[in-house]
């Protein structure tokens, strides 16, 4: 698959990475069908401080699932769902007050927790994306809505 790939401050490429894959029985695979440039995105590419190099940016994306792990209830292949920027295990006390920034399991040893700035953690400008704890970390694209020229619209009442 094809991501737009950090490799230091101004050293931005477009390239081959491998294709993400279920590592956990938790974990989701997201086609990626839409995606943002957020301004932590242009951080990075300005020279804000990131030990790792060779993984995707991006920290907002929609998709469709392709897989799922056998322990995800919430999700089945074909599902279109959204993406939150910073991940949670959804079980640890932080998680369970809607404190995702500060999950006791997904930052633990100070890893980062969000979603194209490390390795760990490959973000969603690519055509793929893991989602660990794919049930607390995606929210369901209700069915009704459509694209329609860059912006979402309600089937039913065109708004």
């Not at 006791?104 to 793929?128: K, M, R, V, W």
């Amino acid at each position: 698959m094809r991501a737009i790939v950090y490799h230091g401050p101004s050293d931005i490429r477009h390239e081959a990475v491998p294709d993400p894959s279920l590592c956990a029985p938790d974990d989701a695979v997201v086609r990626v069908t839409r995606t943002a440039i957020c301004g932590s995105d242009l951080h990075v590419v300005h020279g804000l401080p990131i030990p790792d190099r060779g993984f995707a940016l991006g920290h907002e994306f929609v998709g469709v699932v392709e897989d799922v792990g056998p322990g995800v209830r919430r999700f089945r292949k074909g599902n279109r769902v959204l993406a939150s920027c910073t991940t949670g295990c959804g079980r640890c006390v932080p998680c369970r007050r809607g404190l995702f920034n500060a999950c006791e399991t997904t930052t633990a040893g100070g890893a980062a927790n969000l979603f194209g700035f490390s390795c760990g953690l490959p973000g969603g400008q690519a055509e793929a994306v893991r989602v660990p704890y794919a049930d607390a970390n995606l929210l369901a694209v209700p069915t009704d809505l459509e694209g329609c020229g860059g912006r979402l619209r309600h089937r039913a009442s065109g708004v």
